[in-house]
């Protein structure tokens, strides 16, 4: 038998940013979100648009954590990599970060097909911190980027549909808790990369799903889609029905005719096959297309203005080009969710291919002929029954497993008692994390650290909860008890578990910071600055030593409780604070951004003016974050200097 698909291992090295630390302190509020819209304007949107896009919105990000510890300085580091290729296709998979499709080329061309970013460099995109641009990236979860983009996921090698071999990825998504696999292979002489995906409900519950597949591709393109109507969304956060391909005289499906960061989610007519392309001058380009469950197709764009270039610039090194993505997904839009029944699963195929067909002229035309290349290069009916033949492999059990990713799933799977065929959740991937938890779930009880460290991860779901209430009332026991009942939505219940674990906690800090929390959230802001200054204080006596998880706390803490300080204008109380902290992480980006808060504070403008001539980078600086620009015209009516431009909507008039 012909072996028609080989995957071998491969390392990539790459200049990369060491990934650093996750975040310690539990997520108890969202990060900024800029993907949502006005309830009032939810009454313009189609009635079952509107009902997805209000269902079930996370309440925070718990209980995953924020990956905020990367930053810019890169050298070359070796990335592990998964190679799968026919004589037609290369594809090179990323299983330690989201399991990205970082390159597919066509052989017989020899063109990438993606944009294939050439360094590693996380930026606060996902919705939990660190996410990089470039390839094929599958997001699952809620509106964003997924909280596994710098993650590892599982992967192994099983036997594909037509008996060659197929690479399964598969992990445990934990802001839904809803298991996914997502099997990539390369039939017999094709032009095109298959993926097929699947999604399961293991629950006695409905649960939102939430899935886009995104794909970069060089922005020196015209993207095309079978498509009449968009909706536009932009950082103004407005969803509004605009015409394709033009709306106030401009041709919007160029990438590079757009001024601003902007999202097109084309509305594809009932019946109409899925599918969308983005071509180069010369008609050669990339098509993505899929059974019709995938239903969404989009177009995002950074635009050309300052703020789009220089986030271009940030995400990669000096003299690479641009992009933008081509996406599809599960609704018509990214700000909705789609509710899974009880005990169920969805599942679909997509295809991935080279396309070459004219990108200029009139709309309809060049979509038509679009249309009819794709349907003779891969007609629709093979689409679907791809899908068909592809459904009674994915129970498959794996064989060769080629990475590892979290041990969260095979903890769920002991509680649930589930059978997942095709994609085990192996007691032995079961780590550090994972044993207070499988101790509370097999003893009822949760262990008291031996040593004095930051808390460990809080699981969050009902029945974590319930295990919760009935264990003995530790302090540990206690604080996790209270950021569980806090993600429920119980602040009241939470605030009095914080408040009980104090009297006999030998760690006060992390209760006094979610105490802090609770403050702020309830409008009592000096009170919140008074608890935050005593965390900071025990922190400060209870640190051991300057290893990784101390230093990640004390950065943390420190930043959450000047923000709190100054809030409140106990500017000097927040200077002091930062002094203490290790000049090291004084010197990081994020604290010399606060510095100039400060110094402005002080009244002291010069020394302001000072940092930015002096020049700083904020690692973590979030998508559509303008703090940069605010406090600059604090100090000057001059000119935000381009290398700190990241704005990303127009000015407002």
Same mark, same amino acid.
């Given at each position: 038998?012909?072996?028609?698909?080989?995957?071998?291992?491969?390392?990539?090295?790459?200049?990369?940013?060491?990934?650093?630390?996750?975040?310690?302190?539990?997520?108890?509020?969202?990060?900024?979100?800029?993907?949502?819209?006005?309830?009032?304007?939810?009454?313009?949107?189609?009635?079952?648009?509107?009902?997805?896009?209000?269902?079930?919105?996370?309440?925070?990000?718990?209980?995953?954590?924020?990956?905020?510890?990367?930053?810019?300085?890169?050298?070359?580091?070796?990335?592990?990599?998964?190679?799968?290729?026919?004589?037609?296709?290369?594809?090179?998979?990323?299983?330690?970060?989201?399991?990205?499709?970082?390159?597919?080329?066509?052989?017989?061309?020899?063109?990438?097909?993606?944009?294939?970013?050439?360094?590693?460099?996380?930026?606060?995109?996902?919705?939990?911190?660190?996410?990089?641009?470039?390839?094929?990236?599958?997001?699952?979860?809620?509106?964003?980027?997924?909280?596994?983009?710098?993650?590892?996921?599982?992967?192994?090698?099983?036997?594909?549909?037509?008996?060659?071999?197929?690479?399964?990825?598969?992990?445990?998504?934990?802001?839904?808790?809803?298991?996914?696999?997502?099997?990539?292979?390369?039939?017999?002489?094709?032009?095109?990369?298959?993926?097929?995906?699947?999604?399961?409900?293991?629950?006695?519950?409905?649960?939102?799903?939430?899935?886009?597949?995104?794909?970069?591709?060089?922005?020196?393109?015209?993207?095309?889609?079978?498509?009449?109507?968009?909706?536009?969304?932009?950082?103004?956060?407005?969803?509004?029905?605009?015409?394709?391909?033009?709306?106030?005289?401009?041709?919007?499906?160029?990438?590079?005719?757009?001024?601003?960061?902007?999202?097109?989610?084309?509305?594809?007519?009932?019946?109409?096959?899925?599918?969308?392309?983005?071509?180069?001058?010369?008609?050669?380009?990339?098509?993505?297309?899929?059974?019709?469950?995938?239903?969404?197709?989009?177009?995002?764009?950074?635009?050309?203005?300052?703020?789009?270039?220089?986030?271009?610039?940030?995400?990669?090194?000096?003299?690479?080009?641009?992009?933008?993505?081509?996406?599809?997904?599960?609704?018509?839009?990214?700000?909705?969710?789609?509710?899974?029944?009880?005990?169920?699963?969805?599942?679909?195929?997509?295809?991935?291919?080279?396309?070459?067909?004219?990108?200029?002229?009139?709309?309809?035309?060049?979509?038509?002929?679009?249309?009819?290349?794709?349907?003779?290069?891969?007609?629709?009916?093979?689409?679907?029954?791809?899908?068909?033949?592809?459904?009674?492999?994915?129970?498959?059990?794996?064989?060769?497993?080629?990475?590892?990713?979290?041990?969260?799933?095979?903890?769920?799977?002991?509680?649930?008692?589930?059978?997942?065929?095709?994609?085990?959740?192996?007691?032995?991937?079961?780590?550090?994390?994972?044993?207070?938890?499988?101790?509370?779930?097999?003893?009822?009880?949760?262990?008291?650290?031996?040593?004095?460290?930051?808390?460990?991860?809080?699981?969050?779901?009902?029945?974590?909860?319930?295990? *919760? $209430?009935? +264990? &003995?009332?530790?302090?540990?026991?206690?604080?996790? @008890?209270? %950021? !569980?009942?806090?993600? =429920? #939505?119980?602040?009241?219940?939470?605030?009095?578990?914080?408040?009980?674990? *104090? $009297?006999? +906690? &030998?760690?006060?800090?992390?209760?006094?910071?979610? @105490?802090? %929390? !609770?403050?702020?959230? =309830? #409008?009592?802001?000096?009170?919140?600055?008074?608890?935050?200054?005593?965390?900071?204080?025990?922190?400060?006596?209870?640190?051991?030593?300057?290893?990784?998880?101390?230093? !990640?706390?004390?950065? =943390?803490?420190?930043?959450?409780?000047?923000?709190?300080?100054?809030?409140?204008?106990?500017?000097?109380?927040?200077?002091?604070?930062?002094?203490?902290?290790?000049?090291?992480?004084?010197?990081?980006?994020?604290?010399?951004?606060?510095?100039?808060?400060?110094?402005?504070?002080?009244?002291?403008?010069?020394?302001?003016?000072?940092?930015?001539?002096?020049?700083?980078?904020?690692?973590?600086?979030?998508?559509?974050?303008?703090?940069?620009?605010?406090?600059?015209?604090?100090?000057?009516?001059?000119?935000?200097?381009?290398?700190?431009?990241?704005?990303?909507?127009?000015?407002?008039?």
């Amino acid at each position: 038998m012909v072996i028609v698909t080989t995957i071998r291992r491969e390392v990539l090295t790459l200049p990369a940013a060491q990934a650093g630390p996750d975040n310690p302190l539990p997520p108890l509020r969202m990060l900024h979100e800029v993907h949502r819209i006005e309830d009032r304007d939810r009454d313009e949107l189609p009635r079952d648009m509107a009902r997805q896009v209000g269902l079930a919105p996370l309440r925070s990000l718990l209980p995953v954590r924020v990956r905020d510890g990367y930053g810019r300085a890169r050298e070359p580091r070796e990335i592990d990599a998964l190679v799968i290729e026919n004589d037609r296709l290369r594809a090179t998979v990323l299983p330690g970060l989201g399991g990205r499709v970082a390159s597919l080329l066509h052989k017989p061309t020899g063109r990438e097909l993606l944009y294939r970013n050439p360094v590693f460099q996380p930026a606060n995109f996902a919705l939990n911190g660190a996410w990089y641009s470039g390839g094929i990236e599958w997001n699952i979860g809620a509106t964003g980027h997924t909280a596994l983009s710098c993650s590892p996921l599982h992967a192994a090698r099983v036997p594909a549909p037509d008996g060659g071999e197929m690479l399964r990825l598969w992990e445990w998504e934990r802001l839904r808790d809803l298991p996914f696999q997502v099997d990539l292979w390369l039939p017999e002489h094709s032009d095109f990369l298959y993926v097929g995906v699947r999604i399961r409900n293991p629950h006695e519950r409905a649960v939102p799903a939430y899935w886009w597949s995104n794909t970069a591709v060089p922005e020196e393109r015209r993207v095309l889609a079978p498509a009449q109507e968009a909706w536009h969304f932009g950082y103004e956060r407005r969803l509004r029905r605009v015409p394709v391909p033009s709306y106030e005289g401009i041709d919007r499906t160029y990438p590079l005719n757009s001024p601003y960061a902007a999202d097109y989610f084309y509305e594809l007519p009932n019946g109409r096959r899925r599918w969308i392309a983005a071509l180069d001058a010369d008609g050669h380009g990339l098509v993505q297309t899929s059974t019709d469950v995938l239903r969404g197709r989009k177009l995002f764009v950074w635009g050309t203005g300052s703020g789009g270039r220089r986030w271009q610039e940030w995400l990669t090194e000096p003299g690479t080009g641009g992009y933008c993505e081509i996406q599809a997904g599960l609704a018509r839009t990214q700000l909705e969710h789609v509710l899974m029944d009880a005990a169920s699963e969805v599942s679909w195929l997509e295809a991935y291919g080279p396309l070459e067909s004219p990108r200029a002229g009139e709309w309809d035309t060049v979509v038509g002929e679009a249309e009819t290349r794709l349907e003779t290069a891969l007609p629709r009916a093979d689409v679907d029954a791809a899908h068909a033949a592809w459904k009674p492999h994915a129970d498959t059990d794996p064989g060769d497993i080629l990475a590892t990713g979290s041990g969260w799933g095979a903890l769920e799977v002991l509680r649930g008692d589930w059978k997942l065929p095709g994609t085990p959740f192996d007691e032995g991937t079961l780590g550090e994390a994972q044993k207070p938890w499988l101790q509370l779930l097999r003893a009822g009880t949760l262990p008291e650290q031996r040593r004095v460290r930051p808390p460990g991860e809080t699981l969050v779901a009902p029945h974590w909860r319930d295990m *919760l $209430e009935t +264990a &003995p009332a530790t302090p540990l026991t206690e604080y996790h @008890l209270g %950021v !569980a009942q806090w993600h =429920a #939505g119980d602040r009241a219940q939470a605030v009095r578990s914080w408040e009980r674990a *104090l $009297e006999l +906690a &030998p760690s006060l800090w992390p209760l006094l910071r979610c @105490l802090a %929390v !609770a403050d702020q959230e =309830a #409008g009592n802001h000096e009170r919140a600055a008074d608890r935050y200054a005593d965390a900071f204080d025990d922190l400060c006596h209870e640190r051991r030593d300057n290893g990784e998880s101390w230093t !990640a706390a004390t950065a =943390a803490l420190g930043r959450e409780a000047i923000e709190a300080l100054l809030a409140v204008r106990r500017t000097a109380q927040a200077r002091g604070i930062l002094e203490r902290l290790h000049p090291a992480i004084r010197e990081h980006g994020r604290f010399r951004l606060i510095d100039v808060r400060l110094l402005l504070a002080e009244d002291r403008p010069d020394e302001a003016r000072a940092v930015f001539s002096a020049g700083f980078e904020v690692a973590d600086l979030r998508e559509g974050a303008e703090a940069i620009g605010s406090l600059w015209a604090r100090l000057t009516d001059e000119p935000l200097p381009p290398h700190f431009d990241f704005r990303m909507r127009p000015p407002e008039s």
